[in-house]
T-cell receptor, first 116, second 114 residues
Framework: KNQVEQSPQSLIILEGKNCTLQ??????????LRWYKQDTGRGPVSLTI?????NTKSNGRYTATLDADTKQSSLHITASQLSDSASYIC???????????????FGTGTRLQVTL | DGGITQSPKYLFRKEGQNVTLSCEQN?????MYWYRQDPGQGLRLIYY???????QKGDIAEGYSVSREKKESFPLTVTSAQKNPTAFYLC?????????????FGPGTRLTVT
C-alpha cells in the first residue's frame, strides 16, 4: 500500500530560526514529490515539485531535497517568518502505466508554528 | 488559490438533507477533483473528472455525487447517505489528469452537519 509519513507532527520555532521537515514514502513506481503549504482554513498551495532526477529544488526560503534511493524528502525553511506558520503537506505521485488516472498519496502534514 | 473558487466558505446543514458544494475554475483545465480533509488525516479523493461529461469514483465516493456538465464547473453533492459528512472539502484542478501535472486547489468549503 502506498504511504507517505511526515515528521514531526508539529513544530514550534522562534522567528528567524531555520527548520527541517521530513517526509518518507513507500509509493511505487515513483513519479514526483510535491510539497504544499496550507494555511489554516485555506486550500494547499504548491511550494515545489520534484521528479526522480531532481535532488534539490528551491522556492525562496524553502528548499526541498529528494533522495529517491532511500525514499526520503525534506523541506528546509530558512530564516522563518511568522507567515510561515501553516501545515506543510508532502504529496507523492505514482506513475500510472495503465489508464490515465493520477494517483496522489497525501501525508498528514507537519503543523509549524513560528513565534516571536 | 489561483483561478479556482469554491462557495460557500462555510455551510451548515441538518442531518438528512442533501447539500451541494460549488467549484468553478477559469484555468481552462480538463481535470477536476474533490477531496475531503479531516483532522489528522491526509486528503482523500472523493471523485475526479478527466473531461466534461465524464467522472470516476475516488477512494471514498459513497454518499457523494458529482456532475461535470461544463468544463469550468464540478459541483459536489453530499447526500444524506454520507454517514459522517462534517469535514473540510477541497476542490482542485489540473491541466490534464496525469501525474506530472500540478494540481491547483480552491480555498475550501467547511461543511458542518448537525
Amino acid at each position: 500500500k502506498n504511504q507517505v509519513e511526515q515528521s514531526p507532527q508539529s513544530l514550534i520555532i522562534l522567528e528567524g530560526k531555520n527548520c527541517t521537515l521530513q517526509c518518507n514514502y513507500t509509493v511505487s513506481p515513483f513519479s514526483n514529490l510535491r510539497w504544499y503549504k496550507q494555511d489554516t482554513g485555506r486550500g494547499p498551495v504548491s511550494l515545489t515539485i520534484m521528479t526522480f532526477s531532481e535532488n534539490t529544488k528551491s522556492n525562496g526560503r524553502y528548499t526541498a531535497t529528494l533522495d529517491a534511493d532511500t525514499k526520503q524528502s525534506s523541506l528546509h525553511i530558512t530564516a522563518s517568518q511568522l507567515s510561515d506558520s501553516a501545515s506543510y503537506i508532502c504529496v507523492v505521485s505514482a506513475l500510472e502505466d495503465t489508464g490515465t488516472a493520477s494517483k496522489l498519496t497525501f501525508g498528514t502534514g507537519t503543523r509549524l508554528q513560528v513565534t516571536l | 488559490d489561483g483561478g479556482i473558487t469554491q462557495s460557500p466558505k462555510y455551510l451548515f446543514r441538518k442531518e438528512g438533507q442533501n447539500v451541494t458544494l460549488s467549484c468553478e475554475q477559469n484555468l481552462n483545465h480538463d481535470a477536476m477533483y474533490w477531496y475531503r480533509q479531516d483532522p489528522g488525516q491526509g486528503l482523500r479523493l472523493i471523485y475526479y473528472s478527466q473531461i466534461v461529461n465524464d467522472f470516476q469514483k475516488g477512494d471514498i465516493a459513497e454518499g457523494y455525487s458529482v456532475s461535470r456538465e461544463k468544463k469550468e464547473s464540478f459541483p459536489l453533492t453530499v447526500t444524506s447517505a454520507q454517514k459522517n459528512p462534517t469535514a473540510f472539502y477541497l476542490c482542485a484542478s489540473s491541466r490534464r489528469d496525469r501525474e506530472r501535472y500540478e494540481q491547483y486547489f480552491g480555498p475550501g468549503t467547511r461543511l458542518t452537519v448537525t
